[in-house]
């Protein structure tokens, strides 16, 4: 699932993650999130790395971002290998004004949530198409334990959460870096995130849900006028 990749929304996006890439500073431990916007951020490291020698250290929330990041120079550790992250930077498909906020088209919100916890900050970079005064209209993402995940797909629809199973871009059932599966919930809009929160996490077999609420501190948006950075 992308989050939308015409031609002005990459340009924002890499504006968003050029700004997002001179928080990192040397000594650093860096949360790396995941998708296209953060790839743009991993590009701009490792430019910086290789040129201007900037010297940190990586955690990565995918494999993908792991496998481009070493590609890149950038040295990646394991999160157990550290006490704490400095700063984690990564993307988001929506966020509203009170910075609830829904994660997880890549698939990689399971990754991306424990690293975010572990982070003394958290910065998201986006497009402006992406700070929305409602959250919802974007599917939100539920990793979910593929043994007996047909009961929760059932209780997803009896709930009205119109759930999807996704379907990678192969045309095969996506698979999570840690072998789940995601049921896309298109509920087109969130009136009440928290009680929505609380309800997913309480389905055993749910392993963790696409909302991010509260959670970031800083949004750096893309926009047409130059990035804005949202506190
Ligand atoms: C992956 C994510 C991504 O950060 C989110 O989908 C934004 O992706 P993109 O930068 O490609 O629009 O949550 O699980």
Not at 106 to 111: K, M, Q, S
């Amino acid at each position: 699932m992308s989050a939308g990749n015409s031609e002005l929304q990459n340009q924002l996006k890499k504006a968003a993650a050029t700004k997002a890439a001179d928080y990192v500073k040397d000594g650093m431990i860096i949360g790396l999130g995941s998708g296209s916007t953060v790839r743009m951020l991993v590009d701009e490291l490792g430019r910086r790395v290789q040129e201007e020698n900037l010297q940190f250290t990586g955690v990565s929330t995918s494999i993908s971002t792991a496998e481009q990041a070493r590609s890149l120079g950038i040295k990646i550790v394991d999160l157990d290998a550290v006490n704490a992250i400095d700063l984690t930077i990564d993307g988001a498909d929506q966020v509203d004004r009170n910075f609830n906020g829904i994660k997880g088209g890549g698939g990689n919100l399971l990754w991306e949530k424990i690293v975010a916890v572990n982070s003394k900050k958290l910065i998201w970079v986006v497009d402006e198409s992406k700070v929305v005064n409602q959250i919802g209209a974007f599917p939100l993402a539920v990793d979910v334990e593929p043994f007996g995940s047909g009961h929760i797909l059932k209780q997803f629809s009896n709930a009205g959460f119109n759930p999807v199973v996704r379907i990678g871009n192969d045309g095969q059932l996506f698979k999570t870096d840690s072998n789940n599966i995601i049921l896309d919930l298109h509920l087109h809009k969130i009136d009440d995130p928290g009680k929505l929160a609380e309800t997913l996490t309480n389905i055993v077999g749910v392993i963790e849900h696409g909302l991010f609420l509260g959670m970031v501190n800083e949004v750096v948006v893309g926009k047409q006028a130059g990035p804005e950075i949202l506190v």
